[in-house]
């Protein structure tokens, strides 16, 4: 497996703090992607990159920013925290030759008061 | 982009008995179809897929079907057990993964 590996695991912070999520992958898959958990909503891609100078839009990107710092890490951050941003947050990689199959990190759950 | 819907949200099974999730798709253009099962408290894992030039695909108590003209693919797991007990997670992928919302499965001893 891709060993993924996500920081904080957990972090509760205030509204309007700015917030990072690291996100680093130690089998130098191109592909890494950022995902939000909700019950009852499943897994909803916020970001995406295939490579280190591509950056994607997901479904829900409003209110994120993301970073391609090399092929190993993909980094989440928060500009300005609200409280409906409270989510488990999940990020994966893939290799392109198989894309569909994703490694996800272990989470990182955010509560924003 | 692609809409992928998931049912049931929740499915309760005795212990060995059969659990089936259905999902459909709405972007042809999909052709790899992955299931994921996430334990409690933990990240979501590839279990088995399925390719659209294939129409079934078994692995050992799973197994999908795949309808292309219908645009829906099912799981099924057969004599459950309660490390069956989990979310399980249908996807799409046409240029990227979509996924539905996610089956709550208990297995009853």
């Known amino acids: 497996d891709a060993d993924v590996t996500q920081t904080p695991r957990n972090r509760i912070t205030k509204t309007g703090k700015r917030i990072m999520l690291e996100c680093s992958q130690t089998?130098?898959?191109?592909?890494m992607y950022w995902y939000r958990q909700d019950p009852g909503l499943g897994l909803r891609l916020i970001y995406y990159?295939?490579?280190?100078?591509?950056?994607n839009k997901g479904e829900i990107s409003d209110g994120y920013s993301v970073s391609r710092q090399a092929q190993a890490k993909f980094s989440l951050s928060l500009e300005s925290a609200i409280p409906n941003q409270t989510a488990l947050y999940f990020c994966?990689?893939?290799?392109?030759?198989?894309?569909?199959?994703?490694?996800f990190g272990e989470g990182s759950r955010l509560t924003v008061l | 982009g692609e809409n992928v819907e998931q049912h049931p949200s929740t499915l309760s099974v005795q212990e060995g008995d059969s659990a089936v999730i259905k999902c459909t798709y709405s972007?042809?253009?999909?052709?790899?179809f992955p299931w994921y099962k996430q334990e409690l408290g933990k990240r979501p894992q590839l279990i088995i897929d399925i390719r659209s030039n294939v129409g079934e695909k078994k692995d050992q108590r799973i197994a999908v079907t795949l309808n292309k003209t219908a645009k829906h693919f099912s799981l099924h797991i057969t004599e459950t057990q309660p490390e069956d007990s989990a979310v399980y997670f249908c996807a799409a992928q046409d240029y990227k993964l979509s996924f539905g919302a996610g089956t709550t499965v208990t297995v009853r001893a």
């Open positions: 990159s295939f490579d280190v100078k591509d950056i």
């Open positions: 089998k130098g898959h191109d592909r």
């Open positions: 994966a990689a893939a290799n392109s030759l198989s894309p569909g199959e994703l490694f």
């Open positions: 972007d042809s253009a999909s052709n790899y």
